[in-house]
Structures are given as C-alpha cells and as structure tokens.
C-alpha cells in the first residue's frame, strides 16, 4: 500500500509470473478503492500492465523451454488430442480463472500449456487482457461502491461468481463450437 499503484504494477508482475500471491491484487485495489479512491483506476490499469507483463513473461518461458528440450517433432499423422483441444477451447481455460476472482483454477498451469503448445502470442495476450480488465476494473469499482463490505460481497458471493464463471465458460464454449460449425460447413 505504501507504492500505491505503482506496487500494485510490481506485485501484478510477481504474481503473474509464477510466485503465488493469491488475492493480494483484488485485495489492494479493493483497499486503494478506500484510502485513495482517486487513484483506484490507475491502480487497476496497472494491475492489468503488471499481470499482463508477467503472463507474457511465463508464456515466453514455457515456450523456450519446450523449443530447448524437445528434441522431437510430432508426425503429422500422430494424434494430437490435447493439443487439438486446447487450441479449441484452451483460451476459454485461461479466460475463466483470469477473470473470475474467487474461481479456485491454476492460471499458471493454463499459462505454461499455452506456452508450451505454440499458442499465438496476440491471441494469449488478448485473451489475458480481457479478462484482467474485467477482473481488476470489476474490483475497483466493487471497492469505490461497497467500500470496506467488498471484501466480504465477494466472499458471500462466491458461489453466485464461480457459477458466473462457469456459465461464461459455457457461453464461450458454445459460440466456439458453433464458429466450428460454420468453417466446416459446406459453401453453397
């Protein structure tokens, strides 16, 4: 709290690039939203710089890391079903638990899969954007309305929020697999 939002920056880094702080971010912006409400916003956008940043650094480090030990290249014929899968529906994965406060998911394992599977670097940055925005604004302005009770909304709330969570994903899930739909059918 004494680095303002340029800690929450610092600690948004650390966080995201593999040393576990688990709600610390949510935490501080819910009370930067008390002590300094003027500066809540840009303790978000930072927030959301320092994970992104940090995201980027773990995605680049699994993606370096299976380019220096695998030695071998799949067949083209060979089954690839977890990677087929997770270029499908893997950003949803990674979507849900950037996003949702209370969603107990390992980001980080989600993060290294995309890392390690190729995933397109402006597609895993997007997608971490998105949802770190809604997730770090969301929490702003919960702190600026609720004050010192947001803490304890989400806590009350945590079962309404991991549903949310759960019905984004299944939203997300079925617009993919409806976009599937259309590349495979048939032009008339």
């Known amino acids: 709290m004494a680095y303002g939002p340029w800690g929450v920056l610092l600690i948004g880094m650390i966080d995201s690039i593999g040393i576990p702080l688990p709600a610390t971010i949510d935490a501080l ?3 930067i939203a008390m002590k300094a409400p003027d500066r ?3 303790a978000a956008s930072l927030a959301v710089v320092g994970s992104l940043a940090g995201n980027l650094a773990l ?3 699994a993606q370096y890391g299976v380019q220096r030990f695998t030695r071998s290249v799949p067949k083209p014929g060979e089954p690839h079903r977890f990677r087929e899968w997770f270029h499908r529906y893997g950003l949803v994965s990674i979507f849900v638990p950037a996003a949702i406060p209370i ?3 390992p980001l980080k394992v989600f993060v290294v899969s995309a890392g390690g599977l190729r995933t397109p670097r402006t597609r895993f940055a997007g997608i971490i954007f998105l949802a770190r925005t ?3 604004f969301g929490l702003a302005y919960l702190g600026l309305k609720l004050g010192p ?3 304890g909304f989400l806590q ?3 079962w309404t929020l991991i549903g949310v969570g759960i019905g984004l994903a299944a939203v997300l899930y079925v ?3 409806i976009n599937d739909r259309r590349q495979s059918a048939p032009i008339s």
Request: charged share 15%; aromatic share 16%.
């Open 40 to 42: 809540v916003y840009l």
């Open 149 to 151: 009770d947001a803490q």
């Open 29 to 31: 912006l819910i009370l």
């Open 156 to 158: 009350r709330n945590a």
């Open 59 to 61: 995605f680049q480090a």
């Open 103 to 105: 969603l107990p998911l």
């Open 175 to 177: 617009l993919i697999r």
């Open 134 to 136: 809604f997730r770090y």
